[in-house]
């Protein structure tokens, strides 16, 4: 629901990590990430985001419902504001960051990430290509839950594992596509990013 003007600002913390009031910059503390919610557009006040910002978030996910008892547990909790329990601290996300940069990728799973991208920007079934910021954050993806799963090396699955949920937002139709008048159930994003991934054999040479 955020105003265009507040989106610009945002942009500039998410690119550069500062923000600029007054004329005067003040850089972001390290670690720092956006974490938004993202509403339809057809309801009242919200406005789309450009492609560029689109880009900038690593990767959207569905929370969907909560399943029935955790709704129950929420119904009958006495106390919203209750605080939770720390359970990661900064220097155990920035250890966890530097063993994620050590995970080994071999020059198969480059060429894997490479030819999705490629596909989607040589084929016409994909209205948005995927930029290089993309295909970067795909290889992150990929080596992040390498990590989480044990691994020190990243496999084909390691990269389908994530792939629909880094390229699902940047596959979508961009604002002006939409104004143009284009069919949205036909360029539904996690459509296309499954498409997109059932298309490229990881095996093949």
Do not use: C
């Not at 600002?9 to 990430?33: C, K, N, W, Y």
């Not at 060429?111 to 995927?130: A, F, K, Q």
């Not at 284009?182 to 490229?200: R, V």
């Amino acid at each position: 629901r955020a105003s265009p003007k507040t989106q610009s600002a945002l942009l500039e913390a998410m690119e550069e990590r500062q923000v600029s009031i007054d004329g005067v910059t003040h850089a972001l503390p390290s670690p720092f990430f956006v974490i938004a919610t993202q509403n339809p557009s057809y309801q009242s006040g919200t406005y789309p985001l450009p492609e560029s910002q689109l880009d900038r978030f690593f990767m959207r996910i569905s929370l969907g419902y909560p399943a029935w008892e955790a709704e129950k547990a929420m119904l009958l909790q006495q106390d919203a504001s209750a605080p939770l329990a720390q359970i990661l601290n900064e220097e155990n996300l920035r250890e966890m960051q530097r063993e994620v940069a050590t995970i080994h990728t071999s020059d198969a799973i480059i060429h894997y990430i490479l030819r999705l991208v490629s596909e989607s920007r040589e084929s016409n079934d994909y209205p948005n290509p995927l930029s290089p910021r993309a295909s970067r954050a795909i290889l992150q993806g990929a080596k992040a839950w390498a990590f989480v799963s044990g691994k020190s090396y990243v496999t084909p699955e390691d990269v389908q594992a994530v792939f629909v949920a880094i390229t699902a937002h940047r596959l979508t139709l961009s604002s002006h596509q939409l104004a143009q008048g284009q069919q949205t159930h036909a360029f539904d994003g996690e459509k296309l990013s499954q498409k997109l991934l059932d298309s490229i054999d990881p095996l093949a040479a």
